[in-house]
């Protein structure tokens, strides 16, 4: 079956509000921040993105799959993702496996864009939190896996950027050594009232399972395909 790579219906517009040119790290020693704090914003855009040449040299732009076909010398299918908890209770998981790709306007109030296996966007690829519903969502946990290929987050110098609508941007960077695990927790976003802590993971795991167990979502896994 053929996959759509285009924009999903219902993506929402960008902020028109002023956006502050300042920037958050998060780092092993501030490893949080709260995201009213940032400029808060009636949406979160997450995106994915990473460095043909993390040693050095010109970051050249491109889809994933094109640069990393140049610096690792295999091809590579990395999948940006999120775990979701609600208020009500109901949890689950946004992803372009099993075409999961969640909705901004409706419950989970999370949305991914699309699914670049073409290496052709420019922007990587990018999730969406609705903000104005902040008081339906419990917690989300951020993460990327490698659905096709090796593991070789460390070779791809990948970096996560957190975006509020008027807000600074929240950056996370995926500078740990990952070993042979195809899957990193990057961020866990956890509601304290009317308001999010952002709180850097980078912690990688073997697979969904692993990763459930690790955060205690207690979803069922089966085995899926896109």
């Known amino acids: 079956m053929g996959i759509d790579y285009t924009k999903r219906p219902g993506t929402p517009p960008a902020g028109s509000g002023p956006v502050s040119l300042s920037k958050v790290t998060l780092t092993k020693s501030a490893p949080s921040v709260s995201l009213s704090k940032q400029g808060g914003g009636g949406r979160l855009h997450v995106n994915l993105n990473w460095n043909q040449n ?8 491109g889809g994933f799959l094109k640069r990393v076909l140049g610096a690792a010398g295999g091809g590579i299918d990395l999948d940006l ?12 998981v946004v992803q372009a496996l099993g075409d999961a790709f969640g909705s901004f306007d409706g419950p989970p109030y999370v949305n991914l864009d699309a699914d670049d296996r073409t290496g052709a966007a420019v922007g990587g690829e990018n999730l969406y939190v609705n903000l104005a519903q902040i008081g339906q969502i419990r917690r989300l946990l951020v993460f990327a896996f490698i659905y096709q290929g090796v593991a070789s987050f460390d070779q791809a110098d990948a970096v996560v950027t957190l975006t509020p609508a008027q807000g600074a941007p929240i950056e996370v960077r995926l ?6 695990a195809r899957m990193c927790a990057i961020a866990l976003l956890t509601n304290t009232g009317n308001d999010f802590t952002v709180s850097r993971e980078v912690r990688y795991v073997g697979g969904h399972r692993e990763l459930d167990q690790a955060y205690g979502w207690g979803l069922n896994w089966t085995a899926g395909r896109k």
């Open 54 to 61: 993390p040693s050095g040299g010109q970051q050249q732009k």
């Open 81 to 92: 993702a999120a775990l979701f908890e609600l208020a009500d209770g109901r949890s689950g």
């Open 175 to 180: 500078d740990e050594q990952a070993g042979g």
